[in-house]
Every structure is written in C-alpha cells, then in structure tokens.
C-alpha cells in the first residue's frame, strides 16, 4: 500500500501592471564599476530579449503586498480543490523576501508570511501549521517536496503549497537584470491518498552547493549607481557563472531522479522548470536529453511562461503548472498516466527536482 501525494487543486495571482521592455528605454544603467554604460538602451533591450525571451512582466500594484499576491492564489486553489481551509494541516510558502512595502523597501519576515496567509484565509484550527521556506528560486518545490515527506510519513494529509514574491521591490532600477524579473503568486492544494498503485510523486531530490564562489552567485548588494540615495540592498546575481553552473549541474540532477523511477526520457510528458530565462531553460533540457543520447528534445515537452510574465521567482513554476491545468497556455493540460517533472535552480544555490505521475 502507498501513500501518495497528489495535486487535487491549484490557483494562482498574476499582477495587472503590465511593465513592456520599451518602459525601460528611459533607465540609467550601470556597469559592475559603477560607471554608467554607453551603449543605447534600445541596443540592451534588444539584446535582452534575444536572450532572456522576455516581452514584457507583471509588477504589484502599490496597495498590494507579496502576503496578498499569497493569499489570492491560496483562495483560487483551495476553491478549485473543493475543500475546507479547516482541513490542511500544513501552509507551506516559498518566498524570499517576505512583504516590502511600496514606498519602504525592508524585508518584513515577522510574523512569517505562511502565517499572514493563514490569517488571510481566516483558518482558526490551531494544528494547521504555517510553515515559510525561504530557498531561493526552488523555494515553491521544496515545500512540495516537504509536503510529501510529512504526508508519506503520517503528519499531514492536506496541506497548501505557496509560492509568491515581489521581486520588483528588491532589483536595483539602475542594473539591466531588472529587466529580468517580475512578481506573482501560484498554489496548489496536496492531499495524501492511499493506494495499491503508486502515483503523485515518485521521486525527489534535492542538492545545494555554498563552497567558494557558488554562495554569493545570488546575493545582495547596494546599487551600481555610485550616487544612489541610499544603502539599500539589491538582488544581484552573477548570470553569467550563474548560467554554467546550472548548466553542468541541473541535467545530471534531474537525470538521477527520472533514472530513480526507472522510466526513460521519452516517457516524460511535460518538464516544468523554473522560468529563469528562455535560453537557458532551453539550454538545461538540451543537456538533459543529451545525457539519453538525444540530440534534442520535443518542443512540447517544455512549456513556456517567461515571455509575458518575466522571472518571478518561486512562483514561476506554480504558475505555470495553474495556467496548464486551466487550459490558459498552448501547451496541452495534464492527463492520467503523464509523468511531469519539476526542476528549479536559484539563489543558495540550490537544485531541486520532482518527478509528478498524474492520477
């Protein structure tokens, strides 16, 4: 008899501000040295989109806050599981930057952001127990990830996975990767179901390397404009190390854990990846199916949100996996007996991996 873990509701929140590349024509943007670039922001943004992929991001409005964007996405999927918030024994939220008000850019943490969402959702059963997971870009399927183990050793039947940020209030407007992220929210509804035959999740794993130089891929740092009017911190990353380490790294991972389920790479239906950028999704499944002797992979097998809603962090892929389901992307809705794989890679740096069959 197995004990598995299964999606019976997902939800998500995409912002209504619609911030295009051409909204950036206007930016200062400056070098590592602090010296403001030379080049034309039309040549940059060109650029940009040729790599990244990326047309255009949402941001939250000014009265909203990451909890909010939490919370709307919560509601949408415990709608869509039909079942009564009183039930889950878990709020699991990936996040990393916690709230930020619009016009104070400082971390709020206290009280956790799970716990603000509970309070949201007015839950008033003490034992279900909100949980934040601040890891990163994986954040979001690390809690999945969690979630199983409490259900697969009998401390949790039901629990609410979140994963949401406001990466607009954490980027420093005077650096190009600005361009790169965006905010948003998605949630999905787990429930333990036993069975004779194994379903749900079959396979996870996790990896994080903080040695030397891999801990401060992503970190955080004033701003390059030398002239900034304060000591704010910024998200930073180093994109370029950043792109070879999930490069060697990412496909013999998420190969350890398909080969772990003893099934092939053409059986694989959908990977669901962490929307990072367009060429380096592409780049990472690439070598992934290479690993399996393939040249390379069917399109439809990665399915795509970047373009329109940006890198929002944990929430990318969550999203994703909702706008799927809803029937809200081209890429065909799940179906009983598809194997899905999870993947995400960030800021730790962290590597995770889940492999999904659908019930």
Not at 149 to 173: C, N, Q, T, W, Y
Not at 222 to 243: A, C, E, I, Q
Request: include cysteine; charge should be negative.
């Amino acid at each position: 008899m197995y004990i598995n873990t299964i999606i019976i509701g997902s939800g998500s929140y995409i912002p209504e501000i619609v911030v295009k590349n051409d909204d950036f024509l206007s930016h200062e943007f400056y070098d590592e040295s602090g010296v403001q670039f030379e080049q034309d922001n039309r040549e940059t943004i060109d650029k940009f989109k040729e790599i990244t992929g990326i047309s255009e991001r949402r941001y939250l409005s000014d009265d909203l806050n990451n909890s909010d964007m939490a919370f709307f996405a919560a509601q949408k999927a415990i709608e869509d599981a039909d079942i009564d918030p009183e039930s889950l024994d878990y709020i699991i939220l990936g996040h990393n930057f916690g709230d930020i008000l619009e016009d104070n850019w400082k971390t709020d943490m206290v009280p956790s952001i799970s716990a603000r969402v509970k309070n949201k959702l007015d839950i008033k059963n003490p034992y279900c127990i909100p949980l934040d997971v601040p890891f990163g870009c994986p954040g979001w399927l690390q809690g999945f990830i969690m979630a199983d183990i409490f259900m697969k050793s009998g401390h949790a039947k039901k629990a609410l996975v979140i994963g949401s940020e406001s990466l607009s209030r954490i980027v420093d407007p005077h650096n190009r990767d600005t361009m790169i992220f965006s905010d948003g929210a998605g949630a999905v509804v787990l429930e333990a179901k036993e069975s004779e035959d194994q379903f749900g999740v079959i396979s996870s794993k996790t990896r994080s390397d903080t040695k030397g130089e891999f801990l401060n891929l992503l970190d955080m740092q004033k701003s390059l404009n030398p002239d900034y009017k304060d000591d704010t911190l910024f998200l930073r990353m180093k994109g370029r190390k950043l792109y070879n380490y999930s490069l060697k790294t990412v496909p013999p991972l998420v190969k350890e854990v398909i080969d772990e389920v003893g099934i092939g790479i053409d059986q694989i239906q959908k990977i669901l990846i962490h929307q990072a950028n367009e060429k380096m999704d592409d780049a990472m499944v690439r070598g992934l199916f290479k690993l399996y002797g393939l040249r390379d992979y069917p399109k439809e097998v990665l399915p795509m949100s970047i373009a329109h809603l940006g890198n929002n962090s944990v929430a990318t892929i969550p999203i994703l996996y909702d706008l799927i389901s809803k029937g809200m992307t081209d890429s065909n809705s799940y179906k009983s007996g598809d194997y899905v794989v999870f993947v995400s890679v960030g800021a730790g740096l962290y590597i995770n991996a889940m492999v999904y069959l659908v019930p």
